[in-house]
């Protein structure tokens, strides 16, 4: 009898994994339970290795891929790895930095690290990625915005025109590649995420937020998922999250 060739492991790469608690790890951890190998970059080893042995310890299937993606050599050499894994299905851009100070007291050096790490960065990631989905003429292409994407205000200069950027990038992606039937999509979190960064940096907005008043990072993994799942009839190129109580 003819052996049946086996199939390619379908992955996932999910870029700005930190801790567990945060948006990156959520999405890594609901992709690995919808059957794909997810593999993590972020720049900490150790967190990433956290994420891993949670994935793993839950059933699922994970690498580690430590990665700055703001760097084209490091995500090139990503994608390499990711290539050993199986056939990249899904990636998600979640990284994000920005310096918050009034607009004439924000160095030009901060200006331009919020910009390297979510507008180039976001261009050195989809590109790469649209490159490895093109051949076959499909995959999920997933943005992480904020509010910020949308609206500029102080203290925010250099982190609302890095987002704005990546937002822009999106959807020129979107539209030059949804023919080819590659899905990018954009997805603004208006509100703060229940995550190690909002709880270390400013712990009294998750006391003042209460009760579901900030949004759950799994909870917002599970429309990611939700999105890579559309038939391709009917995708979305862009949605907004926010929590019942947020005002906007
Ligand atoms: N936290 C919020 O309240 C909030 C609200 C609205 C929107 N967002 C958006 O949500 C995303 C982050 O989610 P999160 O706040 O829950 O954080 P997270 O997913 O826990 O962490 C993101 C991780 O990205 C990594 N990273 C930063 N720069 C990187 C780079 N150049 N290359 C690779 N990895 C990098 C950082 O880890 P290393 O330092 O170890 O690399 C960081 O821990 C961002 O896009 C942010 O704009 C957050």
């Known amino acids: 009898m003819a052996k049946t060739a086996e199939k390619s492991p379908e992955v996932a790469w999910v870029a700005g994994v930190g801790a567990s608690s945060g948006l990156g790890a959520a999405v ?20 990433l290795d956290a994420v891993v042995a949670e994935i793993r310890a839950a059933g699922g299937v ?3 891929a430590p990665a700055d993606v703001s760097r084209e050599d490091q995500v090139v050499a990503t994608l390499a790895k990711v290539a050993e894994h199986g056939t990249l299905r899904a990636a998600v ?23 390297r790490t979510s507008t180039l960065g976001g261009f050195i990631f989809g590109r790469e990625v649209l490159r490895t989905f093109l051949p076959t003429g499909r ?6 915005g904020a509010t910020a994407s949308l609206r500029g205000r102080p203290p925010f200069a250099a982190f609302a025109s890095a987002k704005a950027g990546l937002r822009s990038l999106s959807q020129t992606f979107a539209r030059e590649f949804g023919p080819r039937g590659i899905h990018v999509a954009h997805l603004v979190i208006d509100g703060g995420i229940d995550g190690e960064r909002l709880r270390s940096r400013n712990p009294q907005r998750a006391v003042d937020a209460g009760p ?16 890579h799942a559309q038939p391709r009839s009917t995708w979305t190129q862009e949605l907004d999250l926010r929590p019942y109580k947020e005002s906007f």
Not at 100 to 109: D, G, H, I, T
């Open 139 to 144: 995959g999920t292409l997933l943005f992480t």
């Open 93 to 115: 851009f979640n990284p994000a930095e920005g310096e918050r100070a009034p607009s004439l007291e924000l160095s030009v050096a901060a200006f331009e690290q919020a910009w």
């Open 62 to 64: 994970a690498v580690a």
């Open 28 to 47: 890594a951890r609901r992709f690995a339970r919808g059957g794909l190998t997810v593999v993590v970059s972020g720049r900490t080893a150790e967190r």
């Open 212 to 227: 579901d008043g900030l949004l759950d990072p799994d909870a917002i993994a599970e429309v990611y998922w939700q999105v």
